[in-house]
């Protein structure tokens, strides 16, 4: 995963909030904040305070109904929870357990 400096506090488009049930959301184990969260029409992510710019900060991503529709021709397997899920995995394991289409193994565009 590519490298962010850690800055105190968040640094993130105004699209991104404090998620629902934050008791459930680990913090980060790099600079200790609970993520914030941004849900859009084809999918969702993560920002906490491991960033470079606002643009350009760490992202644990979830896939989107539609997606999961394609793939499986029904909304059975959609899990509402699949990015708090992600980002705890993450946390505990250092791995994701969905990575967004548009990256690469290595977290970089």
Known sequence: MEEYK?????????SYVIPKN??????????????KVW???NGSSTGCGCHNSKYDHLSIHAECIGSVL??????AE?????????????????EELFLHAG????NKY
């Open 6 to 14: 850690y800055k105190s506090g968040y640094d993130l488009i105004d």
């Open 78 to 94: 959609f899990n509402d929870n699949e990015l708090r899920d992600n980002w705890n995995h993450w946390v505990v394991t250092g």
């Open 39 to 41: 849900e859009f029409d």
């Open 22 to 35: 934050t008791e459930e959301w680990l913090n980060c184990p790099r600079c200790g904040l609970k993520p």
């Open 70 to 75: 394609r793939r499986t021709g029904g909304f």
């Open 103 to 106: 990256l690469r193994k290595d």
